[in-house]
C-alpha cells in the first residue's frame, strides 16, 4: 500500500450512488477512446481502470491514496469514454466526485500546490472584479513592453519552472472585455426569441471578440440579448478540478444574474463551459432555494451552434468574397462528447459563402488542452497537441474552426503561424457584415 | 504449492530483472484493474502484473514462474466474457498489450503475421489497402487482442459464412510451459506434418501454452455488400424466418437478431434508426459479387415476408450498413442501461432448433421472474440470453444461477453446446460436465496433464485438476 493513508471519512465517493458505480460493466469499449490508456496501455490509466479504482474505495477496499489522486490527475476529463460507451456511465459525475475527494482527503497536498490552487481557484476565478483586474494587469505587462523586458532581462529565471515554461505561450489579453463590448440588453428589429448570453471568464479576457460575434449573429437571427455585467466564472473550472462546493457556489451566483423566466434560451459559446452549464443540477440538487431553479436553467443552456441551427438561422447570402477559403473543424470534446454536439458547428461552417469545409481526421481526439491539463501535465498535453496539429497540417486548411478557448490557445500556439484558430461563430459573423456591405 | 506471497520478493525481483520497473505493476492502484475482465460479477485480486516486450521475456517469465511453482495467467486486453482472464491466487498475470506489432503482410500468399497484442480491428484494417479481408469481428474488435481471440477462438458476426477465428489460423508461436518456444503450422494451404498441434493451442484458454505470434490467412475483400433490417411481431417468427433461410441452403454474412429489449437499448445508445416497438429484428447482410448480393437479399427479404415480416427495410447506403452492425455490437455493453449487473451467456444449438431455444429462454425467465433479454448470431444457432440483474440482490443471483442452469441443459438436450464463441473460463466451469461424457472430458484433462504437468498455466479455468484447485 502506499504511503498516504488516512482515516478522514469519504466524504464524495462514498456519498455517490453506487448504482452510478455499478453501471460500469468493465467491457473495455471505452478503451481505444481513451488518449491516456493508449499511451501507457496500462489499465488504470483507462476509464474502466480508473473506475474499478473509484469502486474499490467505496467499497472500503482501497483508501484515498496519492496514487489515486496523480492518477484523477493524468485523466484528461475529455469524456471521450462517455461517447464509446454504450452502457451509458456518467463518468463526468464520477471523475469529478473523485477528484473532490482527492481534494478533500488532500493526498496531493503541498505547499506550492495549495498556494496555486487558492489564488486561482479561490481567488481569481471566484472574484469575477479582481480576475478582471488582474486581466488588465496583464495587458498592461504585456502592450507595455515589460513582457519584452522581462524575458531579455532574465528576470523570468525568478519564476517557477513550470510558469516559465508557459510565459511565452501565455494568451494575450484584449484592450477591452466584453462588458464594454456588448451592451446589457441589445435587441434586433423583430424579435422572435429572448436570450441571455453567458460571456464566461477567459473567454472574457482573450477572447471578447468571439462574445461580441456571439451577440451579433443572434441579434441577426432575431434574438434579443441580455449580457448581464460581471458575470465571472461558471464554475467549471471548480468542478473539474475537485472543488465541488466552490462550483456550487459560482452556479448559484450565475443564477442569481439571469431573469431565466423571461428568457428563452441562456447562450455560451465555450465548449467547457457548455458541458458543466447544463448539469447545474446535479450540482444544486440538495439545495432546496436553487434546485428548481438549476434544472430550469439546465434546460435552457444551449451551445450558439446548437441554437442556431434549432432556431433554423439565417443562412447568409452570396457576396463577392474574392477567394475561397479552405477552413477545417476540430471538435472539442467537451462540445461532442460532452455535449453531443457534431453536426451543427459544421452547419454553420458550411452555410458560409466561399469557405470549404474539409474534414479532418480524427477530428474528436483531444488536443491535449482539457482545461488546465496543459499546465498541469505538460508532457501528455504535448504528445496530443503534436498529434492534433499532424493531423491539421494534413488537411492543408488554412483556417481551423474550433468553439472552445481552451482548445483555440492549445491549437494555435501548436500551428504557429501555419493556420489561424477561429470561433465558427466570428466566421459566421463575418459573413453577415459582408453581407451588408456588398 | 508455493504461492507468490511465500517469497514475493526474490520472485519480483527477479520478474525485475526480465522487464525493468516500468512493465512490472505491483502497487494496489496499478493491480485492481487487472482484477477483472469483461465478465460481469466476477474479480479476483490480482498480486502483479508484467507487460512484457519480446517473446524472449515471455520465454524468462514462464521459466522463473516454472522454477518457482507459482501459476501464470495471461491476458490480452481483459475483454473475455468467460473469466478465462481472471487472476488466480498468489499468481503472475501476464499482459501481452505490449507485443502489438504487425510484422509481415504477404498479398503473394494471402497471410499476415502479427505478434500476440495487436488489436484484432487493426489486421482487418492493415488487410483493406490490399484488397484483403479478415473476417472475424468479435463484438470487442476495435480492442480485442489476436492472441485473446485465438486462446478463445472467438466469433463474431460473420462466422455463418466465413467462420470464426480458428478457420483463420494457419500457425501460432508458443511459449510452452518450460519456456521453450515452439512454432507450429506454415503458409503452406496443405500441410499434415504430424499432428495439428496449432489446433491444439486454438481455443486452450492460456491453459497450455502462451501464444506469441499469428499467422493469418486473408481472404479477397467481397465487392459488394446489401444490409436488410426485417422487424417481426414475435421472436418465433424471426427465429423460424432464420431456420428457414439456411434451410434454403442460402448462406449470407450475417444473421444478428436482437428481441425489442435489446433494440431499444441500442438504439438509446447508437440512434441509427433499429425499430423499437417490433418483437424482434433480424439483422441480415450478404456480401460478394453484386449479382449474387443482389439475389440472395430478394431471396431473404421473400422469406421474411412469408413468415410474417411487419416490414423489411433496406440499409440506405454503405455508410448506414456499417453503422447498423456497429451498434449491433454494442448489443451486450447497451445492455447495462437497464439494471446494474448483465449476465451474457453464448449458447449454441443446432440451426434447426433455434425456433425451441428461444422460447424455452421467454419461459425461463417467467418461471424464475428475471428479466431476460435476448439477442445473437441467429444464423449460427448462437444465442446471447442476457440476464438483467443485481449482483448485490442475493436472492435474485440464486434464481439467475437456477435460470442459467435449466438454459444449459435444454441446449445440451438440444444437441447445442454451453458455449459458442466466449469459451468456458470460469463462468461455465461447473457446467461442462454436463455436455461431455466422461471420457471426453477426461481427455482434455489428460491434454492439459501431458502439456502442462506442473499446472501452472491458467489453474482452475474450463475444468480443476486435483492438485490445482483454485476457487
Known sequence: ?438 | MALLQSEPIALIDQLKTVVGDGDLLTEPEDLIPYGFDGTAAMKHAATCVVTPRTVKEVASIVKIAGAAGVPVVTRGSGTGLSGGSIPVDGGIVLCLVNMDEIIELDPANLTILCETGVITKAIDDAAHPHGLFYPPDPGSMKISTIGGNVANNSGGLRGLKYGVTRDYVMGLEVVLPSGEVAWLGSKCVKDVAGYSMKDLFVGSEGTLGIITKVLLKLVPRPKARRTLLASFDSMEAAARTVSQIIEKQIIPCTLEFLDRKTCGCVEDYARVGLPTEAAAVVLMESDGPESVVEEEGDAMAAIAEANGAIKVEKAKDDAHATRLATARRTAFSALARIRPTTILEDVTVPRSRLVEIVNFVEEVGKKHRLEIATFGHFGDGNVHPTILTDETDKKEMERVEHALSDIFDKTIELGGTITGEHGVGLAKKPFLPRQFSEASYQLMKQVKQALDPAGLLNPGKIFDLPETKVS
Not at chain 1, 472500503?60 to 493524468?74: C, P, Q, S
Not at chain 1, 446548437?306 to 479552405?326: C, H, M, N, Q, Y
Request: net charge neutral; aromatic share 6%; proline share 5%.
Open chain 1, 1 to 438: 500500500m502506499s504511503e498516504a493513508k488516512t482515516l478522514t471519512p469519504l466524504k464524495y465517493l462514498g456519498d455517490l450512488d453506487y448504482s452510478v458505480v455499478q453501471q460500469c460493466m468493465h467491457c473495455g469499449m471505452c478503451l481505444p477512446s481513451c488518449p491516456t490508456y493508449l499511451e501507457t496501455k496500462k489499465e488504470r490509466n483507462s476509464p474502466r481502470g480508473r473506475i474499478a479504482l473509484m469502486r474499490s474505495i467505496a467499497d472500503g477496499e482501497l483508501k484515498v491514496t496519492k496514487e489515486f489522486g496523480e492518477e484523477m490527475y493524468y485523466c484528461l476529463g475529455c469524456l471521450a469514454c462517455t461517447t464509446a460507451c454504450p452502457a451509458g456511465v456518467n463518468y463526468p459525475e464520477l471523475f469529478e466526485n473523485a477528484r473532490a475527494e482527492v481534494e478533500h482527503q488532500g493526498v496531493l497536498f503541498n505547499p506550492e500546490r495549495r498556494f496555486w490552487r487558492w489564488l486561482t481557484l479561490n481567488q481569481l476565478f471566484s472574484k469575477p472584479r479582481l480576475l478582471r483586474a488582474v486581466g488588465r494587469l496583464l495587458w498592461l505587462y504585456q502592450v507595455s513592453g515589460l513582457s519584452w523586458l522581462v524575458r531579455k532581462s532574465g528576470l523570468l529565471w525568478l519564476a517557477p519552472k513550470n510558469l516559465r515554461e508557459l510565459e511565452p505561450s501565455t494568451p494575450v489579453v484584449q484592450r477591452r472585455f466584453s462588458d464594454e463590448l456588448i451592451e446589457e440588453s441589445e435587441a434586433p428589429s423583430g424579435i422572435r426569441y429572448r436570450v441571455g448570453l453567458l460571456t464566461g471568464c477567459v473567454q472574457d479576457l482573450i477572447f471578447p471578440d468571439v462574445n461580441r460575434a456571439t451577440a451579433d449573429v443572434l441579434l441577426e437571427n432575431g434574438c434579443e440579448v441580455t449580457t448581464p455585467r460581471l458575470q465571472g466564472c461558471c464554475g467549471s473550472l471548480h468542478a473539474h478540478n475537485g472543488d465541488l462546493d466552490q462550483a456550487a457556489e459560482r452556479a448559484r451566483a450565475l443564477l442569481d444574474r439571469f431573469d431565466l423566466s423571461s428568457l428563452d434560451a441562456i447562450i455560451t459559446n465555450a465548449a467547457g463551459c457548455g458541458s458543466h452549464l447544463k448539469h447545474f443540477s446535479n450540482l444544486l440538487r440538495d439545495d432546496a432555494a436553487y434546485a428548481t431553479k438549476a434544472a430550469e436553467w439546465d434546460q435552457k443552456v444551449k451551445d450558439i451552434s446548437e441554437w442556431l441551427v434549432a432556431i433554423d438561422f439565417r443562412k447568409p447570402s452570396k457576396s463577392d468574397t474574392g477567394e475561397a477559403v479552405t477552413a477545417t473543424y476540430h471538435e472539442a470534446c467537451h462540445l461532442c462528447h460532452g455535449q453531443g454536439i457534431s453536426s451543427q458547428p459544421r452547419e454553420l461552417l458550411k452555410s458560409i459563402p466561399g469557405l470549404e469545409l474539409v474534414e479532418l481526421e480524427n477530428a474528436t481526439d483531444c488536443c491535449g488542452s482539457a482545461g488546465i491539463y496543459n499546465i498541469t501535465q505538460p508532457e501528455q498535453a504535448g504528445k496530443l497537441q503534436k498529434a492534433k496539429v499532424a493531423s491539421l497540417q494534413k488537411t492543408g486548411a488554412s483556417l481551423v474552426a474550433t468553439a472552445n478557448p481552451g482548445c483555440h490557445l492549445q491549437i494555435q500556439n501548436g500551428l504557429g503561424d501555419s493556420a489561424t484558430v477561429i470561433h465558427p461563430v466570428t466566421l459566421l459573423a463575418d459573413a453577415y457584415r459582408k453581407e451588408r456591405k456588398s
